[in-house]
């Protein structure tokens, strides 16, 4: 059967191919193109709408701006802006200033903590009394005595111009050099286990006197007074009465520090040996040689406690000259009051401050009167505790501060700028009215 010719109608699979695939991507870009317009519909809505909104927001604009062309500079108006930007300055560094120190905010409480030990610091310099001479002795009203303290206290001696004597060193007039090597010649020359007398004053548990001092120490146990070292030879080869004599003229600076028990008591610097006899406080001065002293002091310090910031206390530089011939009674009537700082550290230092009232007399023997001449501090314990908390001041009250400065300052410099500005444009008018 011979083949079927071609039909007219029919196309190639090729060109049927070509023309799917040329209508497919017209639909694609038209579509592309219909997406792309939506597009910019859409931008240009919301374009409108934010153009709309900020339209609307700036009518709440509480700071509306003029045009520069409409802005006039006048000198009144500059100097109004130097000194009102001079003085936000300075109270800005004034504000800075308040807001890095601390505040301390001040507390009462009664006080508890008696069975605890006080710390007293001291430091005085006498002129004309020297250390050889002076004693310090502690006591208070529970019955505890401490007699010629020396355990943490130090002696410092002074010539008569006020300066001071190093250890070690000895004054060269008539020939005492000399003296003092053949006294320490001597002294090395004794056998170290030798028990020589006390002179009646010995006890089962000190029954030997080796020094001047252990005798002395002797006799203020006995209750004695020892009157003269003449005849002691103890004394007499260490060159005491002869030390005495040289040091009269000097002065002593006493400092360091006494623990006491927390409870009213004293404490006092007075010349000569004490001790205690038939419950009655004794100063042994008549080996000293003279009966008249001169109690001359400055308190360079005189703390209870330890120190902690912005600490007064009322008698640091304190002083009392006299030059009146007759010895006197320097006393001082003080409160310590407990006091507990809290720094802002969380360190916690347990302190006293105290107040204190002076009183002065002197001793004119010639009329019969009598007493002890020295420096005595009389103190009594507050039952009050004051409790100091350090605190830092807090930042937002620095903004809001800073910020009322800045904004005060600027609306109150703007009024007084206008007001000066329409005054002088008023008084123009006027000069220009009167001129025409």
Not at 256 to 271: D, E, I, M, S, T
């Amino acid at each position: 059967m011979p083949p079927r010719p071609p039909s007219r109608t029919s196309r190639p699979s090729c060109a049927v191919g070509a023309d799917a695939l040329a209508g497919s991507g017209s639909r694609r870009f038209d579509r592309d193109a219909r997406t792309a317009s939506d597009s910019i519909n859409l931008a240009t809505s919301l374009g409108a709408m934010s153009n709309s909104f900020f339209s609307r927001l700036r009518r709440f604009d509480a700071y509306p701006k003029t045009l520069e062309d409409f802005r006039e500079k006048t000198f009144s108006g500059a100097a109004v802006s130097i000194v009102a930007a001079v003085l936000m300055l300075a109270l800005f560094a004034s504000e800075i200033n308040y807001f890095l120190t601390t505040e301390v905010q001040p507390e009462l409480f009664v006080d508890t903590s008696r069975n605890e030990k006080m710390r007293i610091n001291v430091d005085v310099m006498f002129h004309h009394l020297p250390c050889g001479y002076l004693s310090i002795d502690v006591m208070d009203i529970s019955g505890e005595q401490q007699l010629d303290v020396d355990h943490n206290l130090f002696k410092q001696r002074l010539d008569r111009f006020g300066n001071p004597i190093h250890e070690g060193e000895e004054k060269t007039d008539l020939g005492e050099t000399k003296a003092v090597a053949v006294i320490q010649s001597l002294n090395s020359t004794l056998d170290p286990a030798r028990c020589e007398s006390c002179y009646g004053a010995e006890t089962p548990e000190s029954p030997c006197c080796n020094t001047c001092e252990e005798v002395r120490e002797a006799y203020r146990r006995r209750g004695w007074a020892m009157n003269s070292a003449d005849g002691v030879i103890q004394c007499e080869r260490e060159g005491w009465t002869q030390k005495m004599k040289e040091q009269s003229e000097e002065g002593c600076i006493v400092y360091g520090y006494l623990l006491v028990n927390k409870v009213a008591g004293n404490f006092h610097f007075a010349p000569g040996k004490s001790f205690q006899q038939h419950n009655i406080h004794i100063h042994d001065m008549q080996h000293l040689g003279r009966s008249l002293f001169n109690m001359s002091h400055v308190i360079r310090r005189l703390s209870f406690g330890h120190e902690y910031p912005g600490l007064v206390n009322p008698l640091d530089g304190h002083a009392e000259i006299s030059d009146k011939p007759a010895s006197a009674m320097y006393q001082y009537f003080v409160k310590v009051v407990p006091t507990r700082y809290k720094k802002a550290s969380g360190q916690t230092i347990s302190t006293n401050q105290y107040s204190v009232t002076t009183h002065t007399r002197f001793i004119n023997t010639a009329f019969g009167e009598q007493g002890l001449p020295g420096v005595f501090v009389m103190f009594d314990m507050s039952p009050i505790l004051v409790s100091l908390t350090e605190s830092r001041r807090s930042f937002m009250h620095f903004l809001t501060s800073v910020c009322a400065i800045v904004g005060g300052i600027f609306t109150v410099a703007g009024m007084i700028d206008s007001i000066i500005h329409h005054s002088l444009r008023t008084w123009r008018k006027n000069q220009l009215g009167k001129q025409g």
